[in-house]
């Protein structure tokens, strides 16, 4: 029987940093994913500095940061076309200590499944918290259907609709819809420059960021009843909503091929979970504290977490002391992440015509006040940093 045996349940950025960190850190790990690849569905992730530095503890932010797409000057418009509140990545790295990382997501799940041994990794494997165990006595039980696993720690990493989450904390009412949906998408070069930037309408937003490799990431979000569909396609769809609004959103649009664009309800953890463990399973990333995309930062706290986690659970005992120690130290942050993320797409949803015109004049007064103000959304946020030692090259700003 093997001891300090960490099993992840989900194999996406949250689950495989976990594994990744704990293996670092001396466990014994085992990653099972129920699909049959690691590689997602195509979009993009943002890493911000906070991410970064958490990746440098596990050895990997400068070989993220070295995938940074030199961004410029860009910012906030409204739908015509009009700068709300401009900044660039320069001002973002002097602030919170580094530049944003866009990158495609398969592109950072290879970077970390790469840190794990082959073995370590089990596709097409489906499987359930059967009992969770206590710290000090038995261990916890993983159902799957090649038999169960006894494993020291098991780490929840399933996503929103986590069924961990739900053998943990049964009486939780888990995420609720935000009141909005998605799109997302990775299209081809535009073959001519533009400023990176979203853009907020009428109870919609859009945004138009590039890729090292040429590429660009293209993002909206509209508010809509839960569980809508286009009643031709999504392409379509999008078209409908936003093919008037300004440059460069037509042209993205074109370049767009219909069955690369990924739609799904927003929901987040509107009332928190009351810890983040039981017994010797825990909870990272979605599972934990699915939140709005406003803030960019779902990823970037799920990567936290799973360093985090590593610092507090080092192989031996002490087990249940360390989850608690993760529990106290995460529960408040993430928390603090998903309800500024509310408020912000609160503001997004906003969709009177007199109602939104006095959030662009606010936004455009900020600016005007001063252009640092309007990265104040991020403080406390971007410039955190890991509870343990790091192995990163010294921060350089661009010139």
């Avoid at 950025?13 to 001396?26: C, D, E, I, P, Q």
């Avoid at 797409?69 to 015509?80: D, I, K, V, Y």
């Avoid at 989450?165 to 888990?174: I, K, S």
């Avoid at 599972?287 to 803030?295: K, N």
Wanted: with cysteine; aromatic share 6%.
């Amino acid at each position: 029987m093997v001891r300090n045996h960490a099993v992840v349940i989900g194999g996406g950025v949250g689950g495989l940093t976990a594994a990744a960190a704990l293996h670092r850190s001396g466990w014994q790990v085992t990653v099972l994913e129920r699909a049959r690849s690691l590689e997602p569905v195509g979009s993009a992730i943002s890493l911000a500095p906070n991410s970064q530095r958490a990746l440098d503890v596990i050895g990997l932010g400068d070989t993220i940061r070295s995938l940074a797409a030199w961004q410029g000057e860009g910012g906030l418009r409204s739908s015509g076309g009009r700068w709300l509140s401009r900044t660039d990545s320069a001002a973002a790295a002097e602030r919170f200590g580094g530049e944003l990382v866009l990158l495609h997501r398969a592109t950072l799940i290879g970077i970390l499944a790469a840190e794990l041994p082959p073995s370590a990794l089990r596709t097409g494997c489906p499987a359930e918290l059967v009992s969770p165990g206590s710290p000090g006595g038995r261990r916890a039980v993983v159902r799957t259907p090649s038999g169960d696993i006894e494993a020291d720690l098991v780490v929840g990493a399933d996503g929103i609709r986590s069924a961990v989450r739900g053998t943990l904390f049964p009486r939780h009412p888990g995420p609720s819809y935000a009141g909005f949906t998605t799109w997302r998408a990775v299209v081809p070069g535009l073959g001519r420059p533009f400023a990176p930037h979203e853009s907020w309408g009428r109870g919609a937003l859009w945004g138009t960021q590039p890729l090292k490799d040429g590429r660009v990431y293209a993002y909206a979000g509209a508010v809509t009843p839960a569980g809508g569909r286009a009643a031709d396609d999504e392409k379509a769809e999008l078209l409908r909503r936003f093919g008037d609004w300004h440059d460069p959103v037509p042209a993205v649009l074109a370049a767009t091929e219909p069955g690369r664009i990924l739609r799904h309800d927003v929901h987040h953890m509107a009332e928190p979970l009351p810890s983040f463990h039981r017994g010797r399973a825990v909870l990272v990333g979605d599972a934990a504290h699915a939140m709005a995309p406003m803030l960019g930062q779902g990823g970037n706290q799920a990567i936290e977490d799973a360093v985090v986690l590593a610092h507090h659970v080092a192989p031996g005992p002490g087990l249940g002391e360390g989850l608690a120690a993760y529990s106290a130290v995460r529960l408040p942050r993430t928390t603090a992440v998903v309800r500024k993320s509310a408020r912000v797409a609160r503001v997004v949803a906003w969709s009177g015509a007199p109602a939104v015109a006095l959030r662009d004049a606010l936004l455009a007064t900020v600016t005007r006040l001063g252009p640092g103000l309007a990265l104040r959304a991020l403080d406390g946020i971007a410039d955190w940093q890991p509870p343990q030692r790091t192995y990163a090259a010294e921060p350089k700003t661009r010139t």
